[in-house]
Nanobody, 122 residues
Framework: LQLVESGGDLVQAGESLRLSCVPS????????MGWLRQAPGKEREAVSC???????KYADSVKGRFTIYRDSAKNTMYLQMNNLQAEDTAVYYC?????????????????WGKGTLVTVSS
């Protein structure tokens, strides 16, 4: 299995970006998935996740600005990022995450892709 991320770019503070993740096999509908990020000099952190039932979770730092969702027809998971700030600068990774029947585990990534770079200039 490979998770292929795309959509990273250089943007100005206050702008938006949408990241995409396409798995090389299987359906995004049948896995709990999420996004991680790693800023320069910092540890990797969980950003958001979405369970098979559609329940979502977000890190406090992105609540109200980021939205995770799936497009079944395109077999793609997205992260819509609005009002980006300099502190959002990081490599963003698509991940397979652990989940129970109701919720995904925000810090429970088992596997992730190679990442896509988001740079926010202030």
């Amino acid at each position: 299995l490979q998770l292929v991320e795309s959509g990273g770019d250089l943007v100005q503070a206050g702008e938006s970006l949408r990241l995409s993740c396409v798995p090389s096999e299987g359906s995004v509908d049948f896995r709990a998935m999420g996004w991680l990020r790693q800023a320069p000099g910092k540890e990797r952190e969980a950003v958001s996740c979405i369970n098979v039932n559609g329940n979502t979770k977000y890190a406090d730092s992105v609540k109200g600005r980021f939205t995770i969702y799936r497009d079944s027809a395109k077999n793609t998971m997205y992260l819509q990022m609005n009002n980006l700030q300099a502190e959002d600068t990081a490599v963003y990774y698509c991940a397979i995450v652990r989940a129970d029947r109701r919720f995904c585990v925000l810090g429970g990534a088992d596997y992730w892709g190679k990442g896509t770079l988001v740079t926010v200039s202030s």
